[in-house]
Each structure stands twice: as C-alpha cells, then as structure tokens.
C-alpha cells in the first residue's frame, strides 16, 4: 500500500466513525484483523522453530527431509532468507 493509498483509507476511516456504533464496529475489525495477523506470525515461529530442532538434530529426526521442507515451503514468502535450493535438497 502505497503512502497515498493509506492516507485515503485512514481518512474513509476517519469520516465513517461519526457514530458510537460505527467506532465499536471499526476498533472490533481491526482487533480481530490483528489477531489473526498475530496467529499467522505466531504459526511461522513455531515452525521455523520446528526446521531449526529437526535441523540441529539430524541424527535423531532421520525421516524428517520431507516435512522440513514442507515448512520451510509453507512459508517461502515470510523469510529474510530464499530456502529454493534447501528445499530442492530435502525434496530428493
């Protein structure tokens, strides 16, 4: 979004609250937008925490190339780091 096109949305926003049950409405949305925002967030945690468990202990977790890179797939667009060419590894 564009620096433009948040001014113009913060601004809708602004002149729909003009009633108590309008605000109520709007800070009820954007609670439940940031909830689910957090859970996604959260989810990407606990599995990049997953990758780096099975990871660290490879010895112990011998069939788990599959659904490393299963996760590490599932949340390509999330990482500071490309993981393409890891996961074409674990794939094989």
Do not use: P
């Amino acid at each position: 979004m564009t620096y433009e096109e948040e001014q113009r949305f913060l601004a809708a926003i602004r002149n729909y609250c003009s009633t108590a049950e309008r605000v109520d409405k709007t800070i009820r949305y954007a609670v439940a937008g940031i909830q689910l925002e957090s859970e996604r967030i959260r989810a990407h945690a606990v599995d990049m925490e997953t990758v780096a468990s099975l990871s660290l202990n490879a010895r112990m977790y011998k069939g788990s190339k599959k659904f490393i890179a299963n996760l590490l797939e599932k949340h390509s667009g999330m990482n500071a780091l490309r993981w393409d060419d890891q996961i074409k590894e674990l794939r094989k």
